[in-house]
């Protein structure tokens, strides 16, 4: 049942996925340009040059931040991440304790680790 409930949550964030696709384009371009406006604005030296790329880096900040359907498709991706990480997580877990063997000197030296605690 618990398989059941995780694939029907994955189809709905895929389809959201998917339909969301132009919003996330939109968004992956807005911060593209808040990324360029703030990486100029640190390597301009006059004044004016950082007035314009702080304009630039505003401009990108509040594109992306009017893009609400990009960050519902975000949290969208996650969600299907977090879906496909918990599909197979009880079948891959992993031991890291070391196998036991019948060597007399290994079980030697955990006796005396035993009894020194």
């Given at each position: 049942?618990k398989?059941?409930?995780?694939?029907?949550?994955?189809?709905?964030?895929?389809?959201?996925?998917?339909?969301?696709?132009?919003?996330?384009?939109?968004?992956?371009?807005?911060?593209a340009?808040?990324?360029?406006?703030?990486?100029?604005?640190?390597?301009?030296?006059s004044?004016?040059?950082?007035?314009?790329?702080?304009?630039?880096?505003?401009a990108?900040?509040?594109?992306a931040?009017?893009?609400?359907?990009?960050?519902?498709?975000?949290?969208?991706?996650?969600?299907?991440?977090?879906?496909?990480?918990?599909?197979?997580?009880?079948?891959?877990?992993?031991?890291?304790?070391?196998?036991?063997?019948?060597?007399?000197?290994?079980?030697?030296?955990?006796?005396?680790?035993e009894?020194?605690?």
């Amino acid at each position: 049942m618990k398989k059941f409930g995780l694939f029907i949550i994955g189809i709905t964030a895929a389809i959201t996925i998917l339909c969301s696709l132009g919003a996330l384009a939109g968004l992956a371009i807005s911060a593209a340009i808040l990324y360029v406006g703030i990486h100029f604005y640190l390597k301009s030296t006059s004044t004016f040059s950082k007035v314009v790329w702080a304009l630039v880096a505003i401009a990108g900040l509040l594109t992306a931040t009017a893009n609400i359907p990009g960050f519902i498709g975000l949290t969208a991706i996650v969600v299907l991440w977090y879906i496909l990480r918990k599909w197979d997580g009880s079948n891959n877990q992993q031991s890291f304790a070391a196998p036991k063997s019948d060597d007399p000197f290994t079980n030697f030296e955990n006796q005396w680790k035993e009894l020194t605690k």
